[in-house]
């Protein structure tokens, strides 16, 4: 398939790093369409471990076109601090594409976030406070900053004084916080120009020309759908789309390129952040999901809210996306369960009638107070780590993973059953 688009079907950390990662090989082209530096991707390989929050993890392969669309939403600093680190070892950066669309996250916004939680109070939406909503916020309002802006000191200058003065009387008159100094501002982004304009390009065009050239291109999103800023648990959601429509929009495509949709779940659920979650455990049960599957955050470093399978949201997943696969990640994780308990509906009580919800609920009013209504499966003891092969699984795992294709209706690509690069079941 020429065009593939990866996306997460939970709440992001599904595992999208790895699956990208081990899809990349197979491309000449990754393309990171959405969100900041508020979202990560974990990669192990034979170098070590890498954490990935702007870079599309593609650039570890020699013969791979990485490239940041027009969607994402960019911290110079955060990008150049990768770059080094990348380059320190021993990977070179030349072929990275960054589109001049793409707009810029600046100090202000970063303390405008961090001001709106702290003044949210027991409220707040959970934000990782990196500046991505307000970064969209002035995109949508028309007072945004560009990649491109870097390339002309005037151009910067002009709209550094606009915004800064705005958002200085912001921060001052209404967060009760300080500003920022626009001489330093324009200092700091100048030395970003240096460092970055050697990668600034057209993407749209460029990624057009590798598809007409047949080329295998990558669209990589970041967080989950259930975190669409249209679709998913709002307010508690993230300020773009993570869905597979995006890749068009933030990569510069049309939908008529993409071949095929694949969406990452977890074999469990987890969520970080605030906002509802129907299948959330506590307990024992939750640390050793938390334990065993390593659930701490890659930007945030907070421990992850974890729960059993979400069927009702896979369902709602595959419906967004148009998915015509699934890859199931981490499902070593579960061995060692007695049991596996799968949400398969929702019940909803109010004013004492009970309503069941099997597909996700129209309104938030109804999710937040949804009770999750579970089939049980048997589990299995097996170490999994080393199965190559679904034939391979233990039957109870190979019973799991066949409820999920029974109830969704797509088939299962690839499975993960462990941490290694080479740990996977390719079908």
Known sequence: MPARVVVGTQWGDEGKGRIIDNLAGQ????????????????????????????????????????????????????????????????????????????????????????AHETMLGRRRIGTTKRGIGPAYTDKAARLGIRVQDLLDKKILRQKLDTAIGEKNDLLEKVYNSSGVDPFEVMEQYAGYADRLSPYIADTSLIINRALGRGEQVLFEGAQGCLLDIDHGTYPFVTSSNPIAGAACVGAGVGPTAIDEVLGVCKAYTTRVGEGPFPTELSGSLSEHFVSKGGEFGTTTGRKRRCGWPDLVILDYAVRLNGLTGLAITKLDVLSGLEEIKVCTMYEYIHNGERAHYVDFPPHQSIFHHCLP???????????????????????????????????????????????GRDEFIEV
């Open 27 to 114: 491309s000449q082209m990754v393309v990171r369409f959405q969100g900041g530096n508020n979202a990560g991707h974990t990669i192990v390989n034979e170098m070590g471990e890498f954490k990935f929050h702007l870079i599309p993890s593609g650039i570890l392969y020699a013969h791979v076109t990485p490239v940041i669309g027009n969607g994402v939403v960019i911290d110079p600093r955060v990008l150049c601090e990768e770059l080094n680190h990348v380059e320190a070892r021993g990977i070179s950066t030349d072929k990275l594409k960054v589109s001049g669309n793409a707009h810029l996250i600046m100090p202000y916004h970063i303390l405008l976030d961090a």
């Open 373 to 419: 209504v579970m089939q049980s499966l048997p589990g299995w003891k097996e170490d999994i780590s080393g199965v190559r092969r679904l034939a391979d699984l233990p039957k109870a795992a190979r019973d799991y993973l066949d409820f999920i294709t029974a109830h969704t209706g797509v088939p299962i690509n690839m499975v993960s059953v462990g941490p």
